[in-house]
């Protein structure tokens, strides 16, 4: 049983388009943690990751759980390691140009297309950093690696990691509009129309290998993936690669200015998905009617009709003869069922071809006696000619 204390998002009436970013190198044009907190600890940028990395690769550690580590300890005697420090050092951190105007201008541009736009961070930096920038307020959920704080707010435990693979999990709680990290009904089963944001309606935006798990999901799912590049360094040979192993269908430059080429590049997506979920809603229109007009007809019956559009569809002798097999095991039939199978009889030259053929012919003489209809006259001329 699932914990009904968790409140799953609703399902809109429009649909909606989930736009998912990193946040180191795409948003901002470093890592947060070189960006005011490092040095604050006395430390060279390339010298902490450094000791970092080998924190985690000598006692076998989670990278993230070891810069974590790394932050907390480093911290003792120089300040108190507070959510508070660490949301303040994150109102410090620089991010691309346009950034604190985007999310405002693709929203409006969404409303202009009666779809909503909806923002999520999937980073594996420090959320409570991501919480101190300017544009903490525009996402809709940040998922990020965070601290366990005690009563004084003071950091004493990882409270959630978020690394490479895991971050593929919270693509799935958007999909369901399962958002919080404990609920289980991420684990429930959807059907196709109930999703709350499909991965077709999903676009992801990031910079590094870190990003390729998720890319590659919601690219396989028909959505869309984004490899940004810093403009200034004009460095895209990540990009490329990523392109190259199809981790990505599209390449920019992170500027989120105004009319900048990511910008057209969203509002292309966005007006193809709307066109999109237009096809799609018929899709489910059709689906519903068919479980509507189906659900008092027994298995037996559809079994049946299936079985007849085979045969009226057949293009060769052998799969004839197949259908032919699988339907002469069936003793009863309705008026409008034998109606089919004497016009595709007459219709079908694969049929007609071979009525007189033993198998095939011991079945129409089952199906044409006692039927006394045009079509069923014509059908026992053949077999007796």
């Known amino acids: 049983m699932y914990n009904e204390d968790y409140t799953s998002e609703p399902k809109e009436n429009k649909p909606i388009i989930a736009i998912c ?3 180191d190198k795409t948003l ?3 890592d947060m943690q070189a960006q005011g907190y490092i040095q604050s600890i006395n430390y060279e940028i390339e010298d902490f990751w450094a000791e970092s990395n080998k924190l985690a690769a000598d006692n076998e550690m989670d990278q993230n759980l070891a810069y974590m580590y790394l932050m907390s300890k480093k911290s003792r ?5 507070t959510k508070e420090k660490l949301k303040e050092y ?3 951190v620089k991010l691309f140009p346009g950034v604190n105007t985007w999310f405002d201008r693709i929203n409006a541009y969404g409303t202009a297309k009666n779809v909503i736009i909806e923002h999520y961070i999937i980073s594996s930096g420090l959320k409570e950093m991501i919480e101190g920038t300017e544009v903490a307020d525009k996402f809709k959920k940040i998922y990020a690696s965070a601290f366990y704080f005690d009563d004084d707010n003071v950091a004493v435990w990882p409270a959630q990691a978020v690394n490479y693979t895991n971050k593929t999990q919270f693509l799935f709680r958007i999909e369901k509009g399962v958002l919080d990290v404990n609920d289980q009904k991420v684990n429930a089963h959807f059907k196709p129309d109930q999703y709350r944001v499909p991965f077709r309606n999903m676009i992801y935006i990031g ?7 998720c890319m590659k999901l919601v690219n396989i799912n ?9 403009a200034d360094t004009q460095d895209k040979s990540k990009v490329f690669r990523m392109l190259d192993e199809n981790r990505i269908k599209y390449f920019a430059p992170a500027d989120y200015t105004e009319n900048s080429e990511l910008e057209i590049l969203i509002k292309r997506i966005i007006d193809r998905t709307v066109s999109n979920e237009i096809i799609e809603n018929i899709h489910f229109k059709c689906r519903a009617e068919k479980i509507g007009e189906t659900k008092n007809i027994s298995q037996e019956e559809q079994d049946k009709e299936s079985l007849i559009d085979n045969l009226e569809d057949s293009m060769s002798f052998f799969n004839t003869h197949s259908v032919i097999a699988q339907l002469s095991k069936i003793d009863t039939w309705t008026i409008e069922q034998k109606t089919k ?12 071809y071979i009525l007189r053929d033993k198998d095939v012919k011991e079945f129409y003489e089952h199906i044409c006696k006692d039927f006394n209809t045009d079509e069923a006259e014509s059908v026992k001329k053949i077999l007796n000619s």
Do not use: E, W
């Not at 199978?341 to 007609?352: D, G, I, P, S, Y």
């Open 77 to 81: 005697g120089k300040f108190v390691f």
């Open 90 to 92: 994150g109102s410090k």
């Open 21 to 23: 970013y990193d946040f």
């Open 341 to 352: 199978l004497v016009k595709t009889a007459l219709n079908n030259r694969q049929v007609t």
């Open 207 to 213: 910079d590094s290998d870190t990003d390729i798990p």
């Open 28 to 30: 901002s044009p470093d």
């Open 222 to 230: 028909g959505g869309h993936s984004i490899g940004v590049y810093n």
